[in-house]
């Protein structure tokens, strides 16, 4: 398999960040392959194309550099960075967007690291799978994920045995998807990365923590939220501290009664008049423009703020009620500027679609889902290297100003030897689903 000079220039770069000189081939092989248009790229189907008169050495060394070899993820993913940001001409861009997102991977089994039955986005349903929760820096013009990592279920972080077993890290322990994600955005910065606004579902903008954390970083959001969500609407706010009797500790805490309670963000939706929604045109769609219903809200956000001294500040309330349906669908809170025009809010909100599209191409074009191993490092490596192939595409697709698919860097696979058959499941001793 001969690789394209720029190719060859690229991955070159990004190897400079495996540390030993020696690992540079099993790269450039296992990238290189997953640049392939093969039907599924786990390790065998790739050492056959890569090699195939030595399917099963080959399929021996992708499966140590992969598995087993101790090179950081960090490192390469920010080799990978390197070249392309300045592609993406983030520091041009008036905004520039941290995608805070989780994607499932369907798996069969109990052993290969992190499986559990949980929602799984890629099924639409609680099933078996592997979950992991990603980071992506985006701009108007393209995405790409920056931070990946695994999420481990309490069955998993509470069972040591079972967690050595797969090769986790001893100083891993059980975080929700919010905390990974958090903690991925505090690294993110603190390596300098671009990012000034966090967009979010309401998987992570629910959690109040999340949000004050991201606040507490000096960014901006623009999160999804659950209509179950309670804010102080217009006019509407918690009572001040009960007034000092001058004896004991001076009460500082807000108050509640049941004349001055928050709402649910719903109730505040269904209380708006007809008038306060408008119809929005976002961006292009496959076949036709996407629009909607928008209203938007200055509120304070209410969850456990009795437990203040001084309420929350002003935020937006942005909810989305497309014609037709009974109620509204879709609710977001967003730290960004009070003069902000509401078709900006909205184009803010809708960022979010990048991280789909990625997490589409990773799957389908590089294979993030085919990784059969079953431990740690093995998976991480895998998503490490299919985000580095991917990149190089994001590259090219900029360079040339346009959103290609055609991704392949080799567009036809190497000849299977003659009599070559595929191994059986349990034929070798190389990890399996």
Known sequence: MELTEEFERYLEHVSEGLGRSERKAGLKSYCGGLMLPLKRK?????????????VQARHESLQHFVSDSPWSDERVLSRVQSWVMPKMRTERQRR???????TGLPKAGTHSVGVARQYCGQLGKTDNCQVAVSLSIATAEASLPIKYR?????????????????GVPEDIVFMTK?????????????????GDIVAADAGYGDDTEYRDGITGLGLLYVLGIKPGTTVWA???????????????????????????????????????????????????????KLSSRFATVRVRAAHRDYQLDIPRDEEWLLIEWPTGEPEPTKYF?????????????????????????????????????????????????????????????????????????????????????????????????????
């Open 42 to 54: 786990s390790m065998e189907p790739l050492a056959a194309a890569i090699d195939p008169h030595r």
């Open 96 to 102: 520039v967007f941290l995608i805070a997102d989780d």
């Open 150 to 166: 695994l999420y481990l279920p309490d069955t998993w972080t509470d069972d040591p045995s079972r967690c050595e077993a797969a």
């Open 178 to 194: 919010p905390q990974i994600s958090l903690a991925q955005i505090r690294e993110a910065k603190a390596a300098g990365l671009p």
């Open 234 to 288: 217009p006019g509407t706010g918690p009572l001040p501290p009960k007034p000092w009797v001058g004896r004991g500790k001076k009460p500082t805490r807000l108050r509640r009664d049941e004349a001055h309670s928050p709402a649910s963000v719903k109730d505040v939706a269904m209380s708006l008049p007809a008038s306060a929604y408008r119809k929005l045109t976002w961006r292009e769609g496959t076949n036709t």
């Open 333 to 433: 809170l967003s730290t960004l500027p009070a003069d902000i025009s509401r078709k900006a809010l909205v184009d803010a909100v809708k960022s979010r679609w990048r991280i789909e599209r990625d997490y589409q191409e990773l799957k389908q074009e590089f294979g993030l889902d085919n990784f059969e191993g079953r431990n740690w490092r093995g998976f991480h490596h895998h998503a490490t290297l299919c985000i580095a192939a991917y990149a190089f595409l994001i590259g090219k697709r900029l360079a040339q100003g346009q959103d290609t698919k055609k991704n392949a860097v080799f567009r036809t696979s190497p000849a299977l030897p003659e009599g070559y058959t595929r191994r059986r499941a349990g034929s070798t001793s190389a990890p399996c689903l």
